[in-house]
């Protein structure tokens, strides 16, 4: 049984992943851990195009192709799977993912797919495998699917979230060529599900509001096994990795007793309300190097309007912990949240110059369909582009706001993007370029003509920079 498993190529601006793709790799684990199963996975991002991925598919002869879709750039996705469907007719294609689930009722109206997969996907792609194998068609016991039976589609009842994680097979990072991403990191996720009601996220539809976590001991075997293929850089992919502060300082503890070399980094964010100066500690003897905060915005009547469940002196305190215990530390702020306004917006971009922070990024809010932000929207602002076309044309990196309001104008929206860049953009070339280079590297950014010109070439230096930075920081000299 030959399952082929795609990451369709969305990057948009961003010319080349960073890591590989966590859910196909947790997909590809669970299938191999079944006799007689054969796994591939190709991600295009890396450079492949339709025309080789056909040919990929021509060669393997599976007998089920598996898509992962987001929302951004979905339309890509679906051209991808029309290429496929057209030219292997007799294959199932079975499709899963955050826009998958998001858009169950209409998802197989609106592609070629045959069989979309709700919610987590790990047992019921083992599931349809095994009907196939059987040469059977009949997925009526599959909880948690959608799919065409000859007179209509069909949609099983939801599958249950997995409780216990540490049944699940580790993923298979190695089926990708790990030398091409751009750092070799290994991504970790030690947790799913998220308790926030955060306004604009979209998490919960996939994975839930319950935090349900793998056991320390089975994380930490996860590190080890990587750690002793050679890896020493791993990225936690959690959305709330500290959410129980005692689980945390445990695989800490499991780390440090250990005496394993490695640096790791928080970059997908941890809440700035649970922290404590003994978990920052730990995390900082176990290796940990960096950690984003998703701060959104430093005005307190913006927090409460998103539903962050955060106050000012909340982040400021977990700002300061950072810095106690000697951790390099991100903020990550929205422009044009709810209730926003650009004397709003001016709190954060204050508060993110005197913050200390090692990186700063500044987004324009993107309204997810969905979410109650993208509710929130349509009732009280206007949206400047339709959902179809803002979410398969723009990006985040983007100026122009998607939607505006009375009390933030689109042009005040731009102008508080174009102030936050700067900021941005600034640190990112001291980071890397060094301070005397810096102002040059900005001022070319800066001007789209010779940004067209140097784009390519910069890519390719900060490339480089950045694996020598990696390479320094694993082995301890930074």
């Given at each position: 049984m030959k399952t082929l498993l795609i990451i369709p190529d969305i990057q948009g601006k961003y010319f080349k992943p960073g890591q590989p793709h966590v859910g196909i790799a947790y997909l590809a684990g669970a299938l191999t851990q079944q006799d007689g199963f054969d796994v591939k996975v190709v991600d295009m991002r890396l450079g492949i195009n339709v025309a080789d991925l056909l040919k990929k598919i021509a060669e393997y002869k599976p007998s089920l192709i598996g898509i992962t879709i987001t929302t951004l750039n979905y339309l890509k996705s679906y051209k991808l799977i029309y290429s496929i469907k057209n030219q292997f007719q007799q294959i199932p294609v079975i499709i899963g993912g955050p826009h998958v689930t998001t858009f169950a009722t209409t998802i197989l109206q609106e592609t070629k797919a045959d069989l979309a997969v709700i919610g987590e996907g790990e047992k019921t792609i083992v599931e349809v495998a095994k009907i196939i194998q059987q040469n059977s068609i009949n997925f009526e016991r599959v909880a948690g699917l959608i799919w065409r039976d000859p007179q209509t589609i069909r949609i099983n009842p939801a599958r249950k979230p997995e409780a216990c994680l540490d049944t699940l097979s580790f993923p298979r990072y190695d089926l990708s060529p790990l030398g091409k991403y751009i750092d070799n990191k290994i991504p970790i996720l030690t947790s799913r599900g998220c308790p926030g009601r955060c306004v604009y996220c979209s998490v919960n539809s996939l994975f839930g509001r319950a935090f349900r976590s793998r056991s320390p001991e089975n994380v930490f075997a996860e590190i080890r096994f990587w750690h002793e293929k050679g890896f020493k850089y791993f990225i936690i992919n959690d959305d709330c990795f500290t959410a129980a502060i005692p689980r945390a300082e445990e695989i800490c503890d499991l780390i440090i007793r250990h005496r394993l070399k490695i640096r790791w980094e928080c970059r997908n964010g941890i809440r700035m309300d649970r922290l404590n100066h003994s978990l920052a500690t730990k995390m900082k003897q176990a290796g940990c190097c960096f950690v984003a905060f998703g701060l959104e915005s430093a005005n307190q009547e913006n927090?409460?309007?998103?539903?962050?469940?955060?106050?000012?002196?909340?982040?400021?305190?977990?700002?300061?912990?950072?810095?106690?215990?000697?951790?390099?530390?991100?903020?990550?702020?929205?422009?044009?949240?709810?209730?926003?306004?650009?004397?709003?917006?001016?709190?954060?971009?204050?508060?993110?110059?005197?913050?200390?922070?090692?990186e700063v990024r500044f987004y324009n809010a993107l309204p997810y369909p969905g979410t109650s932000f993208f509710d929130w929207v349509s009732k009280h602002g206007t949206f400047l582009f339709p959902a179809e076309e803002y979410l398969n044309s723009l990006d985040r990196w983007d100026e122009m706001p998607v939607f505006e309001t009375h009390a933030f104008p689109k042009e005040e929206r731009i102008k508080a993007f174009r102030m936050g860049e700067e900021l941005v953009m600034s640190a990112f070339f001291r980071k890397y370029f060094g301070r005397f280079l810096a102002p040059f590297c900005w001022s070319v950014y800066r001007n789209k003509l010779l940004r067209s010109v140097f784009q390519k070439p910069g890519e390719l230096i900060w490339m480089l920079l950045r694996k020598r930075l990696l390479r320094k920081t694993v082995l301890g000299k930074v």
């Amino acid at each position: 049984m030959k399952t082929l498993l795609i990451i369709p190529d969305i990057q948009g601006k961003y010319f080349k992943p960073g890591q590989p793709h966590v859910g196909i790799a947790y997909l590809a684990g669970a299938l191999t851990q079944q006799d007689g199963f054969d796994v591939k996975v190709v991600d295009m991002r890396l450079g492949i195009n339709v025309a080789d991925l056909l040919k990929k598919i021509a060669e393997y002869k599976p007998s089920l192709i598996g898509i992962t879709i987001t929302t951004l750039n979905y339309l890509k996705s679906y051209k991808l799977i029309y290429s496929i469907k057209n030219q292997f007719q007799q294959i199932p294609v079975i499709i899963g993912g955050p826009h998958v689930t998001t858009f169950a009722t209409t998802i197989l109206q609106e592609t070629k797919a045959d069989l979309a997969v709700i919610g987590e996907g790990e047992k019921t792609i083992v599931e349809v495998a095994k009907i196939i194998q059987q040469n059977s068609i009949n997925f009526e016991r599959v909880a948690g699917l959608i799919w065409r039976d000859p007179q209509t589609i069909r949609i099983n009842p939801a599958r249950k979230p997995e409780a216990c994680l540490d049944t699940l097979s580790f993923p298979r990072y190695d089926l990708s060529p790990l030398g091409k991403y751009i750092d070799n990191k290994i991504p970790i996720l030690t947790s799913r599900g998220c308790p926030g009601r955060c306004v604009y996220c979209s998490v919960n539809s996939l994975f839930g509001r319950a935090f349900r976590s793998r056991s320390p001991e089975n994380v930490f075997a996860e590190i080890r096994f990587w750690h002793e293929k050679g890896f020493k850089y791993f990225i936690i992919n959690d959305d709330c990795f500290t959410a129980a502060i005692p689980r945390a300082e445990e695989i800490c503890d499991l780390i440090i007793r250990h005496r394993l070399k490695i640096r790791w980094e928080c970059r997908n964010g941890i809440r700035m309300d649970r922290l404590n100066h003994s978990l920052a500690t730990k995390m900082k003897q176990a290796g940990c190097c960096f950690v984003a905060f998703g701060l959104e915005s430093a005005n307190q009547e913006n927090l409460n309007a998103m539903r962050k469940g955060l106050t000012i002196s909340q982040a400021q305190e977990a700002i300061g912990i950072m810095k106690d215990v000697g951790i390099d530390f991100g903020l990550f702020f929205m422009i044009g949240t709810p209730d926003d306004s650009f004397n709003n917006f001016l709190d954060s971009y204050n508060f993110a110059k005197k913050s200390g922070a090692q990186e700063v990024r500044f987004y324009n809010a993107l309204p997810y369909p969905g979410t109650s932000f993208f509710d929130w929207v349509s009732k009280h602002g206007t949206f400047l582009f339709p959902a179809e076309e803002y979410l398969n044309s723009l990006d985040r990196w983007d100026e122009m706001p998607v939607f505006e309001t009375h009390a933030f104008p689109k042009e005040e929206r731009i102008k508080a993007f174009r102030m936050g860049e700067e900021l941005v953009m600034s640190a990112f070339f001291r980071k890397y370029f060094g301070r005397f280079l810096a102002p040059f590297c900005w001022s070319v950014y800066r001007n789209k003509l010779l940004r067209s010109v140097f784009q390519k070439p910069g890519e390719l230096i900060w490339m480089l920079l950045r694996k020598r930075l990696l390479r320094k920081t694993v082995l301890g000299k930074v």
